[in-house]
C-alpha cells in the first residue's frame, strides 16, 4: 500500500463526512488488510500527517478534528469539530465546494458565544482575538493540547483572566484578521496527492507575510 494513498482517503474523509474513516473502511477502500492500515497510519503519525491516540484512532489530521476543542464548523450539510482557532479558519480554504462556513465557539474565560460566517475571499468582521498559548518550537510536544489551547477570547482582557485562572503566562494575541491571514494558505495542499510539508525558511517566510512576529514564532 502506497502510505499517500492513505493519507488521502483520511484526509478526503475528513473533508466530505466531518469525522475519521475507521481502520476497516480504509482497508475496504484501499482493498489492504487492517493491520497495513494500522501500520501506514503509524507512519504517517511518525511524519506528523496525523495524529493517532494511543489505541491508535486517529486524532487529528490537521486542521481535521477529529474530538472537539472547542469550535465547531457547520457547512452546507457537513459538520466538523473545527481543531484549533487556526485549523477552524483554515478549513474553508481547503472545502471549495462551500461558500463560506459557519464556525462557533465560547470565550474560554467568560464562556460568551462567538459565531462568524468565515470564507475564503477576507477575514471576517469581530474584535475579538485569537490567543495560542505553546510557542512554535514546542507546538508538537502533545499537539492536541497546544491545539486544544489556542482559542478565540472576547478581548485580550478575557485572555488575562484565563491566564490567571489557569496559573499561565499568557502566549500570542492577535487579532482575527491575522487569524485569518496565517490560516488561509498554511495547509494549502493537503488535499492533494504529493503533499509535501513546507520546510522551517518557507514556513518562516509564510509566518511574516501573515503578520506573525518575534521569538513566540521563532521569528
Ligand atoms: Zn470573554
Ligand atoms: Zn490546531
Redesign the pocket.
Given at each position: 500500500m502506497d502510505t499517500e494513498d492513505l493519507r488521502l482517503a483520511v484526509y478526503r474523509g475528513f473533508a466530505s463526512m466531518g469525522r475519521a474513516r475507521s481502520t476497516a473502511d480504509l482497508a475496504n477502500q484501499l482493498a489492504v488488510t487492517p493491520t497495513e492500515v494500522e501500520r501506514g497510519l503509524r507512519e504517517l503519525h511518525n511524519a506528523r500527517h496525523l495524529v493517532l491516540s494511543d489505541a491508535g484512532e486517529i486524532v487529528?489530521a490537521?486542521?481535521f478534528s477529529a474530538t472537539p476543542?472547542g469550535f465547531s464548523v457547520m457547512g452546507r450539510s457537513t459538520l466538523w469539530w473545527g481543531?484549533?482557532s487556526?485549523?477552524s479558519f483554515a478549513l474553508p480554504h481547503l472545502l471549495p465546494a462551500e461558500a463560506d462556513v459557519l464556525i462557533a465557539t465560547r470565550c474560554p474565560a467568560c464562556a460568551r458565544p462567538h459565531a462568524w460566517n468565515v470564507g475564503t475571499t477576507g477575514p471576517p468582521p469581530g474584535d475579538q482575538v485569537a490567543h495560542f498559548l505553546t510557542p512554535a518550537a514546542r507546538m508538537w510536544d502533545d499537539?492536541v493540547h497546544?491545539?486544544r489551547n489556542?482559542r478565540i477570547f472576547c478581548s485580550s482582557d478575557c485572555v488575562d483572566e484565563w491566564a490567571a485562572r489557569q496559573g499561565v503566562e499568557p502566549g500570542y494575541v492577535t487579532d482575527l484578521g491575522t487569524l485569518w491571514r496565517f490560516a488561509s494558505r498554511w495547509y494549502e495542499g493537503r488535499l492533494d496527492r504529493g503533499y509535501v510539508r513546507r520546510d522551517p525558511l518557507t514556513a518562516a517566510e509564510y509566518m511574516r507575510s501573515s503578520g506573525l512576529s518575534g521569538p513566540f514564532w521563532g521569528l
Open positions: 487529528m490537521h486542521p476543542l481543531g484549533c487556526w485549523d499537539v497546544t491545539c489556542q
